[in-house]
């Protein structure tokens, strides 16, 4: 039997066009731009308020989590990114000496930040505060790139996080040549030719690369800023992060809702590495 062809219904190849022919005028254009860029000014406003009002929120949440052992180690190997920049056994050893981590925002472009990690004394280092700032180098205002009345300047609207930000590098003091874990275990550089690859490193080697070396190829700084640390309960709890649970464990959390959770000893969820 041949097969047949589907005949097309009249006037299909109209409606295919319908919305094809519009024509957008340079008046409607401006308009649209001008509705663009106050939508911009709206949520740069709202966001930067959000942050504000949080702060004291999370200053709260930092003298809860103080009384709880290993609460950050926990929170950030919970989360997939990071697990794999910490995969060596010794990372791991070196973060469960971490007491807390706090973020400090740029009072002129609050995008840009500071990432603090602060460690009580331990074997491999003699630092307290390992620091890696994302620093604002966007040049300064011109004149007519004034303030409006939220504080909100065109050159914020036109923020590029390429281009107006340069991470930091902190020299780590190693207490020892065998603790020195960015030596023992470098970052070695992708040999892919391929451009969309080619910032990925090989072996992103020890975690602590991440403070001593500038550039920051997984956003590894970026996962915690805007994940991590928001949302640093649900990480230790294992509510974030992981792979979703195995249906057969999905079963015994329903029949146990009422399971009072420990957190001595969280239930962490499955990670991908």
Same mark, same amino acid.
């Given at each position: 039997?041949?097969?047949?062809? &589907?005949?097309?219904?009249?006037?299909?190849?109209?409606?295919?066009?319908?919305?094809?022919?519009?024509? $957008?005028?340079?008046?409607?254009?401006? #308009? $649209?731009?001008?509705?663009?860029?106050? @939508?911009?000014?709206? %949520?740069?406003?709202? =966001? #930067? *308020?959000?942050?504000?009002? @949080?702060?004291?929120?999370? *200053?709260?949440?930092? %003298?809860?989590?103080?009384?709880?052992?290993?609460?950050?180690?926990?929170?950030?190997?919970?989360?997939?990114? !990071?697990?794999?920049?910490?995969?060596?056994?010794?990372?791991?050893?070196?973060?469960?000496?971490?007491?807390?981590?706090?973020?400090?925002?740029?009072?002129?472009?609050?995008?840009?930040?500071?990432?603090?990690?602060? !460690?009580?004394?331990?074997?491999?280092?003699?630092?307290?505060?390992?620091?890696?700032?994302?620093?604002?180098?966007?040049?300064?205002?011109?004149?007519?790139?004034?303030?409006?009345?939220?504080?909100?300047?065109?050159?914020?609207?036109?923020?590029?996080?390429?281009?107006?930000?340069?991470?930091?590098?902190?020299?780590?003091?190693?207490?020892?040549?065998?603790?020195?874990?960015?030596?023992?275990?470098? #970052? &070695?550089?992708?040999?892919?030719?391929?451009? %969309?690859?080619?910032?990925?490193?090989?072996?992103?080697?020890? !975690?602590?690369?991440?403070?001593?070396?500038?550039?920051?190829?997984?956003?590894?700084?970026?996962?915690?800023?805007?994940?991590?640390?928001?949302?640093?309960?649900?990480?230790? @709890?294992?509510?974030?992060?992981?792979?979703?649970?195995?249906?057969? =464990?999905?079963?015994?959390?329903?029949?146990?809702?009422?399971? %009072?959770?420990?957190? *001595?000893?969280?239930?962490?969820?499955?990670?991908?590495?």
């Amino acid at each position: 039997m041949t097969k047949g062809t &589907k005949r097309a219904s009249p006037g299909a190849d109209e409606e295919k066009n319908l919305f094809g022919s519009v024509e $957008l005028s340079d008046e409607d254009a401006k #308009r $649209l731009d001008v509705v663009q860029k106050e @939508l911009q000014r709206a %949520e740069l406003v709202v =966001e #930067r *308020e959000v942050q504000t009002k @949080l702060v004291p929120v999370y *200053e709260k949440r930092r %003298e809860v989590v103080k009384t709880i052992p290993k609460f950050w180690p926990i929170a950030l190997l919970n989360h997939n990114v !990071f697990a794999i920049y910490a995969q060596h056994n010794a990372d791991q050893v070196a973060l469960s000496y971490l007491e807390d981590v706090w973020i400090v925002r740029d009072p002129r472009e609050f995008r840009c930040y500071t990432i603090e990690f602060h !460690f009580k004394e331990n074997p491999y280092f003699h630092d307290q505060v390992l620091k890696k700032e994302y620093q604002y180098v966007a040049a300064h205002a011109t004149e007519d790139d004034k303030p409006d009345e939220d504080g909100i300047t065109q050159r914020m609207l036109e923020f590029s996080w390429e281009r107006d930000i340069k991470p930091s590098t902190t020299k780590i003091n190693w207490k020892d040549e065998d603790k020195a874990l960015t030596k023992l275990y470098p #970052r &070695k550089e992708s040999e892919v030719e391929d451009e %969309e690859d080619e910032d990925i490193p090989a072996d992103s080697g020890s !975690f602590f690369n991440f403070f001593e070396l500038e550039s920051d190829p997984l956003e590894i700084g970026v996962s915690i800023c805007n994940e991590i640390f928001p949302e640093a309960i649900d990480y230790f @709890l294992g509510r974030a992060g992981g792979e979703s649970l195995d249906s057969d =464990e999905e079963d015994e959390d329903d029949d146990d809702d009422a399971e %009072e959770i420990d957190l *001595e000893k969280p239930k962490a969820k499955k990670q991908k590495v």
